[in-house]
């Protein structure tokens, strides 16, 4: 009989235009590189979350990971031949670089829509105790590692979700896609999980 029990997220994959730029992108978030391959005729990575840097550079096959159940994520670049069909190496100079659609604007896109990190322990070991200065602390680290800031999609606020009060705050990363940040504040009283959906009809679910 199908059984889910030991089924495990391995990773999520997301589209970028330049995987180097990506890759030093996330590094500020601790995901290196722990496999390096070829998609097709595109370059791809897997990237797992190492807060303590032990994967970077030493570990170019997946077979070394395999067990592991760190966060992974995937970057696959489209190759600019793709990205930029029909232009000649010139014409791509006049355009803007090409991110990706973004969903905070677009709210109609369907699909996979962002990540979330729950940043709550990271934050615990910190002065400030709240998302935005542990926001505050990464664009330092953006600055300083890179010279540039952070792109914030939509500023830290509080929301419930179930029993759960949370902070949450979305930032873009390198190519536009949106990445949701979480700090976990405190559990509600009561056994009940509140929803705050409507009562539309949902019996006309279909695959």
Not at 10 to 34: G, Q, R, W
């Amino acid at each position: 009989a199908l059984t889910t029990v030991s089924m495990r997220q391995h990773h999520m994959a997301m589209k970028t235009s330049n995987i180097e730029m990506s890759i030093a992108f996330y590094s500020l978030l601790d995901f290196y590189p722990v496999a390096k391959f070829r998609s097709g005729p595109a370059r791809a990575a897997w990237l797992e979350h190492q807060p303590d840097g032990s994967s970077i550079g030493d570990k170019e096959s997946p077979d070394n990971n395999i067990g592991s159940t760190a966060a992974r994520i995937e970057l696959i670049e489209v190759p600019k031949a793709i990205l930029y069909e029909g232009m000649d190496e010139e014409a791509r100079k006049q355009v803007p670089r090409k991110r990706a659609l973004d969903r905070i604007s677009n709210p109609a896109v369907l699909g996979w829509d962002h990540m979330c990190l729950d940043v709550t322990d990271s934050i615990c070991g910190m002065s400030t105790h709240n998302l935005q200065g542990w926001i505050d602390a990464l664009n330092s680290r953006s600055q300083s590692k890179f010279g540039k800031d952070l792109r914030v999609a939509l500023q830290p606020r509080v929301k419930v979700f179930g029993k759960e009060k949370f902070e949450l705050a979305f930032i873009y990363d390198a190519d536009g896609g949106l990445i949701e940040l979480v700090n976990s504040v405190s559990e509600l009283s009561g056994s009940e999980m509140e929803s705050s959906w409507d009562d539309d009809d949902d019996s006309r679910i279909r695959w």
